[in-house]
């Protein structure tokens, strides 16, 4: 039985040793958390948060052990990208109830609150070293989410069933072969 964990690694690749979180404490309040052991709603701090970190790091919830956003996965996300310094946060995204295939496990670019990436162009950066591979890539910036890669030609024709103009098939075709499975009739 495949983990969370182990489709992350799947898709961003393993924990990179030149990266740590330091200070960055990013995800222990945008993320929700919710597993036997531990659990919170998103955008609230995690009870265990302290001014210097986590409060209990030495036996934190196993999620919180084997999280690692995307800054931490893909090395060519610039090393600015860190979720404090850029107000950018990246992960995998599972959604148990798809509204298409797109969404059921993708890359979710969120920008926090406060942050001027769009504007510096940190989340362009950041785009661009992630929508490279066979993997949806949304963006969010707190008010709407909108899909970013696949672009909206091969989207609405993956998700249409319609026949691809020949520049087109075999992009169609590779992202049909993985995410068919997700699609309503598929």
Avoid at 22 to 38: M, R, S, Y
Avoid at 79 to 102: E, T, Y
Avoid at 138 to 158: E, I, Q, R, T, Y
Wanted: hydrophobic share 40%.
């Amino acid at each position: 039985m495949r983990t969370d964990t182990d489709v992350e690694t799947m898709l961003l690749g393993p924990v990179l040793a030149d990266r740590t979180c330091g200070d960055c404490t990013a995800c222990c309040t945008v993320l929700t958390v919710n597993t036997p052991e531990f659990s919170k709603p998103a955008g609230t701090p995690c009870v265990n948060l302290r001014a210097g970190g986590c409060g209990i790091h030495d036996v934190r919830p196993g999620i919180c052990r084997t999280w690692f956003c995307a800054w931490r996965r893909v090395a060519t996300m610039p090393d600015a990208a860190r979720p404090d310094r850029s107000g950018l946060l990246v992960s995998i995204n599972f959604v148990q109830a798809p509204q298409n295939c797109f969404e059921g496990v993708s890359i979710n670019v969120r920008a926090l609150a406060g942050s001027d990436a769009i504007e510096n162009g940190m989340a362009a950066a950041v785009l661009d070293s992630l929508c490279d591979r066979l993997v949806p890539v949304w963006f969010s910036d707190g008010s709407k989410k909108m899909l970013m890669h696949p672009d909206n030609d091969v989207a609405s024709l993956v998700l249409s069933g319609d026949l691809a103009p020949e520049h087109l098939q075999d992009e169609v075709a590779a992202w049909r072969e993985r995410y068919g499975v997700f699609a309503p009739n598929g």
